[in-house]
């Protein structure tokens, strides 16, 4: 396989600026993810710091109440700063370190990535600054604080769409402006080669827990694994340890926002076409002039037009199916599993909760499905009470 | 020799950019007379695209407003069959690889080459990636430009030894827009580039006075100006087109001294 590449997808398409900086992070993560002192440095921090391994919890009552499959919850949102941006961020940020960078700056939608990279840079000593559109610093206002907490300073972006889209448009070209001392911590699974390889790399922890985990508590391997999908880190680290056993479904659940038949989506896998956007090929929501089509979700995490390379891939060879989940069924396995489970998820991770929700009572009772809950959804509450007509702000 | 080598072969040349479509495909067509009437060797039309990463917020504006105004790809291709009828001055299209790709490479250069555009400048195409379009560009006898950037030390000479045309010397870090000072290693890598090849080099990012376009034309062979001719039009609008040609007018005569 060419460098960079799932398939067709993925590569290097950025300016030429910038092309310097991503063979200088290849060359330095090839080292270091093999440098002993720097894997144990990282497990460390994974573990005493974010709280690794996370729970692989049985939902007992969500299971009973839908008749079939047995319902696991992978408690990515019990980590420290409440979701898996922390894994991929605690990564990159040490490696920045390690390659002398002094500052960090970064792209969020939710703000879960924002807020992890400030946490991360906040406890490594680094400079941070992160890009989230202005809409989303709005509908997010909450995580806009807590970064501000935590030293970092945030740009809201107005152009474009002012969503995920546009901050990392910022992000990037902040990045060709000084490139010198400053790490772009790319929060998912897309960009230019070697940022897909990286996050994934740095987020299959959770595939690799839960294979474990699974294994213990159930003696077999999970049937199926979901996992919501926007640029798709926590898909990809989820699906990534089990891509070679084909006996496990692997589900992405993506944002159709009022659905797929209408323009209000970010249902990339469903609506979208082949592109070159952001740095890489991949599935990208566009018109037929290649122009990148405003998306829509109430979710601003999945608010966003494209997919990482490596799910494109895993679509294209049909190994992992992606499906469209709406609004309206997000926020309604929202207040379903915080009514069933009492666990309130992030309205990211809800959709793949409502897709958990179609299929377990089609599937007999020996079947074992594993949701990630990316995230917690405490961010979420605000926005989901004025969904439902309640006006509370934060 | 082909167009874009005889741009640079009667001295230093002067390369302005406007956004196709802004304001109207109208303007944009004048401004090519226009322009090419008052000196400008070569004409850079940008293909408005939504996303334009390497653009400040100059040109973003300016894409916004031409894709507001609903210019496409198909209406510069249309715009470019009725400029040929009565004006050859050369014209390169810069744009984001996106739109090429979704519209078709192949039937893009088709195009191209039917509409006599001369050369292909796509910002986000770098080195590694550039067989997306080089061998159709090729096909259809359409020049792609290389980029070189204040980063890219050794590779300047892996550029250039395959670059084609000329080579644009981005002459700043960060994204296009007006600069009061420009890079300090611009003529080093000019330098490094003619150590490789004798291609001619074109200067661009940053560059809006006179005296900028002097000062580096003193070592490279030409001169790229964009936000500061869209500011221009943004300024003026419709009522652009004076403004714009005595701009080209006053920065071809400062670099032809």
Known sequence: ?394 | MNSIEKVFAGGKAFIPFITAGDPSIDITEQLVYQMAGAGADLIELGIPFSDPIAEGPVIQAADNRALNGGFTADTLFSMMLRIRKSCQVPIACMTYVNPVFAYGAEKFMMNCREAGIDAMIVPDLPFEEKNELLPICKKYGITLISMIAPTSGERIRKIASEAEGFIYCVSSMGVTGVRQNLGSNVEQMVRTVKEVKNIPCAIGFGISTPEQAANMSAFADGVIVGSAIVKIVEQYGSGCIPHVTEYVRKMKRAITR
């Open chain 1, 1 to 394: 396989m060419e460098k960079g590449r799932f398939g067709i997808h993925g590569g290097q398409y950025i300016p030429e600026t910038l092309m310097n900086a991503v063979i200088e992070l290849e060359e330095a993560y090839n080292h270091y993810k093999n440098d002993p002192e720097f894997v144990s440095e990282l497990n460390e921090l994974l573990k005493n710091y974010a709280g690794r391994p996370s729970l692989l919890y049985y939902a007992g009552k969500m299971t009973k109440d839908l008749g079939g499959a047995k319902i696991y919850l992978k408690r990515e949102d019990l980590n420290h700063t409440g979701s898996h941006k922390i894994n991929n961020v605690l990564g990159q940020v040490l490696l920045a370190k390690r390659m002398g960078k002094t500052r960090v700056i970064a792209e969020t939608g939710a703000g879960q990535h924002g807020v992890a990279t400030a946490t991360a840079a906040a406890l490594m000593g680094l400079e941070c600054e992160i890009f989230m559109g202005k809409e989303d610093t709005e509908r997010q206002a909450l995580n806009v604080f807590r970064m501000k907490l935590l030293g970092a300073k945030v740009h809201p972006v107005t152009s474009g769409t002012q969503t995920l889209k546009d901050a990392v448009n910022e992000t990037m070209r902040e990045w060709t402006q000084r490139v010198e001392d400053t790490h772009y911590v790319l929060g998912s699974v897309m960009g230019p080669h070697p940022f897909p390889t990286i996050v994934r790399d740095f987020q299959s922890v959770i595939g690799r827990e839960v294979k474990q985990q699974v294994k213990e508590m159930e003696g077999k391997l999970p049937d199926a694994v979901l996992a919501c999908v926007g640029g798709g880190s926590n898909a990809m680290g989820m699906f990534y340890d089990f891509i070679e056993d084909t006996s496990v479904r692997l589900i992405g659940c993506e944002a159709a926002g009022r659905g797929v038949d209408t323009d209000k989506t970010a249902a990339t896998m469903a609506t979208g076409k082949i592109g070159i956007f952001h740095g890489m090929k991949s599935y990208f929501c566009q018109d037929g002039y290649g122009q990148i089509a405003p998306v829509y979700s109430i979710s601003a995490g999945l608010d966003y037009p494209g997919v990482g390379p490596e799910h494109a891939n895993l679509r294209d060879t049909g190994r992992a199916e992606y499906v469209p989940v709406t609004d309206d069924e997000a926020v309604e396995a929202f207040e379903y599993l915080s009514r069933t489970e009492g666990i309130i998820p992030a309205i990211e991770s809800a959709h793949a909760v409502a897709y958990a929700k179609k299929i377990a009572p089609t599937l007999g009772k020996d079947k074992v499905l594993v949701i990630c809950l990316s995230g917690r959804g405490d961010k979420d509450v605000a926005a989901i009470a004025r969904y439902r007509g309640v006006q509370i702000y934060e």
